[in-house]
């Protein structure tokens, strides 16, 4: 099992409201990563971190943002929430090596309505 | 354009049976090919990684093959369990950048029946 964990799990709100989801990890990777993924469909790279104050976008564009505080906090934010954010949002870590192996936490189910 | 291709979309097998998955990729220069679990409403888990040098590789009841020349990978999970009711992704890296961008297939669904 993987030691990363993301809150909440599922998350319902109204268009316009601030959210922001957590991402953790006690593994002490320096390199973490945000994914969407949409049902039947492959994930999309959003933003990503080399290391604390660190912050890049992805190949996915995104109205969110990031930041890398600390080495285990990942925090994403949506200041203002439409429908089209609707989607599951995984968080990742990488452990250092060639092959970067990748962790991922159990997501969190965002529904704007 | 780099791409990841996996067939069949679905797939539906009794307990107890064999099944091969299939990924083909396009991705260039070539860093790893790599197998991921993802329950329904779960993050995905890790079943292998393999480099070039590397044309099969075992994790249990899984295993991977791939052929780097024809640049087609496969996942065959042996005496099939209803826990193996999942979809599994096939993630292609190249070595583009230090950070070695990952490209991500849509994903088999298998359903194991009893």
């Known amino acids: 099992e993987a030691d990363i964990y993301q809150t909440p799990r599922y998350l319902v709100i109204g268009t316009g409201k601030k959210i922001t989801l957590e991402c953790s990890q006690t593994m002490g990777h320096d390199k973490m990563y945000w994914y969407q993924q949409d049902p039947g469909m492959e994930l999309h790279l959003i933003h990503y971190?080399?290391?604390?104050?660190?912050?890049e976008k992805g190949d996915l564009s995104s109205e969110s943002t990031v930041s890398r505080i600390r080495t285990e906090h990942f925090p994403l934010t949506l200041e203002s929430a439409r429908p089209s954010h609707t989607s599951q949002y995984l968080c990742?870590?990488?452990?250092?090596?060639?092959?970067?192996?990748?962790?991922f936490g159990s997501g969190t189910q965002l529904s704007v309505l | 354009k780099n791409q990841v291709e996996q067939s069949p979309q679905s797939l539906i097998i009794l307990e107890g049976k064999n099944c091969t998955l299939q990924?083909?990729?396009?991705?260039?220069?070539?860093?790893?090919l790599r197998w991921y679990k993802q329950d329904t409403g779960r993050g995905p888990v890790s079943l292998t990684i393999?480099?070039?040098?590397?044309n099969t590789k075992s994790n249990g009841r899984y295993t991977a093959t791939l052929d780097a020349d024809t640049k087609q990978s496969s996942l065959h999970i042996t005496a099939s369990q209803l826990s193996d009711s999942a979809s599994y992704i096939c993630v292609v890296s190249d070595r583009g950048s230090t950070l070695g961008r990952l490209y991500f297939g849509r994903g088999t669904q298998l359903t194991v029946w009893p």
């Open positions: 393999m480099t070039f040098s590397e």
């Open positions: 971190s080399y290391g604390v104050n660190s912050t």
């Open positions: 990924c083909n990729y396009t991705v260039s220069p070539f860093s790893n």
């Open positions: 990742a870590s990488s452990e250092p090596g060639r092959n970067e192996k990748l962790f």
